[in-house]
């Protein structure tokens, strides 16, 4: 898939967009969530306290785990059980958004595309029956705060929200080398041009000041002539 400079900059507007409501709604969910800390931000956690407690066919859709075949390269084939799955979810999820989060804005492809990861953390957890359910449900907020940048409806199948993720991801990360090559590019070739100007720019400054000091010097000559003239 080929992309014109008119393509990269659409993208990049639309990605600023995308990550601008993440914000917002990651911002609302953390206001949430520090508005009452005595009082539990959950529904089902008030009756269940784990998975093991909650039968299956008591829950959500939404609270069912689903057997996902992930993107190529998304987990390492020596990751192959749902409990390692998650664990690989969780560090890929803590590097980005926790310990990265200062850099979201500069690698905004990374970030779509790590969303994948807090959609596979929450869809593994799922699989785990000592997973508290009150975590579950504060996880699915992020999760469905998330899905919003990309207008990914809550009700969809974790699989359909993976492979968005991971495809734009991708996709984003294709123009975004593509961009940083031809600015290389560009550096490359300005550069001895830039350097030329500069070193004409200061030339000519310095021949300028020169030139005033060689102005000042005969104005002075020449007043010092009238003075003498007029004695």
Known sequence: MRYT???TKLIFK???????IFLINL???QADEKKDKD??????CKKFKTLKEWPESERPEAFIYEEIKYPEKMFHESITTSKLRQKEAGRMVYKRF??????LNKYQHLMIRDMAYFEALFNEMLNDKK????TLEG???????MRMSLNISPKAKS???VLKFWATGKMLYAAYKKNKKKKKKKEKQLTPEITERAAVLANLKKQIATAKVNAQRAATIKAQEKIKESD
Do not use: H, M, P, Q
């Open 98 to 103: 926790v310990k990265g989060k200062s850099s």
């Open 131 to 134: 997973t508290k359910v009150e």
């Open 14 to 20: 639309f990605i600023n967009l995308l990550l601008l």
């Open 139 to 145: 996880i699915k907020k992020g999760r469905d705060a």
């Open 5 to 7: 400079i008119l393509d």
């Open 159 to 161: 699989s359909e929200a």
């Open 27 to 29: 911002t609302a969910l």
């Open 39 to 44: 009082e539990k931000d959950c529904l089902y």
